[in-house]
């Protein structure tokens, strides 16, 4: 079993859906958890960042942790075609160097 | 935008010769990750520096990859000799590091992708 699972997708939605992407962990011990986002042929690029259980919200964007089921996810309201990309979640422990990133889930929002 | 930038952005090489890939962290950055992407693997971990000091090269193959920090504007990451299964993406990151500033995240180069034929 892998450190961080990830539903590879691909996942296509019509514009304007709300998106749901998640990912299950096993290890108690991940404190920092973040979500990326890669487009096709460029690095993954930071979306959120989220350090304890519960929400937190950034315009279109809502991270969700939930460290007793060891699931995190993130949400995509109003979901538009460029949004379309490969969403990878990543994790790290309280004072950690670096992050440990799932295998990605690969979006597709169609106009 | 401040950026991390890698060069080259794409490589073909035979198998058995030598390749360096090169990377200029952000400026102010004193954390470098190189990692390594594939369809099978997805992210993987290669080798990271605090201060261009190596502080975890465990995921990196020692006795063909190398990487170093000659100094603090540029790492490198060689390969000697080349396999056609080191064919990937090859991403660097840099940001700043230190207990607890993992939450920042880090900043990735458009990245290197390399064909070993």
């Known amino acids: 079993q892998k450190e961080v699972e990830q539903d590879p997708g691909p996942l296509s939605v019509p514009e304007g859906a709300i998106v749901s992407l998640n990912c299950t962990y096993s290890?108690?011990?991940?404190?920092?958890f973040m979500w990326y986002r890669q487009y096709s042929r460029k690095g993954p690029e930071l979306l959120m960042y989220?350090?304890?259980?519960g929400n937190k919200e950034d315009g279109r964007f809502t991270a969700q942790v939930d460290k007793s089921s060891k699931y995190i996810s993130l949400f995509i309201r109003d979901s538009q075609p460029s949004d379309s990309a490969t969403y990878l979640c990543?994790?790290?422990?309280?004072?950690?160097?670096?992050?440990?990133f799932g295998p990605g889930t690969r979006l597709s929002v169609l106009p | 935008d401040a950026r991390v930038t890698q060069t080259p952005r794409h490589k073909v090489t035979e198998m058995g010769q030598e390749v360096t890939m090169r990377c200029q962290p952000i400026?102010?950055?004193?954390?470098v990750f190189w990692y390594r992407q594939t369809m099978m693997q997805g992210l993987e971990l290669l080798a990271y520096?605090?201060?261009?000091?190596?502080?975890?090269d465990s995921g990196m193959p020692k006795d063909r990859f190398s990487a170093e920090m000659p100094d603090a504007t540029l790492a490198t990451l060689k390969i000697q000799p080349s396999e056609p299964r080191d064919s990937a993406v090859y991403f660097c990151?840099?940001?700043?590091?230190?207990?607890?500033?993992?939450?920042?995240?880090?900043?990735f180069g458009s990245g290197t992708r390399l064909t070993v034929v």
């Open positions: 990151a840099s940001g700043l590091g230190g207990t607890g500033s993992s939450r920042y995240g880090y900043t």
């Open positions: 290890n108690s011990a991940f404190q920092y």
């Open positions: 989220t350090y304890s259980s």
């Open positions: 990543a994790m790290s422990f309280a004072g950690g160097q670096n992050f440990v």
């Open positions: 400026l102010g950055h004193n954390t």
């Open positions: 520096f605090r201060n261009r000091a190596p502080l975890d």
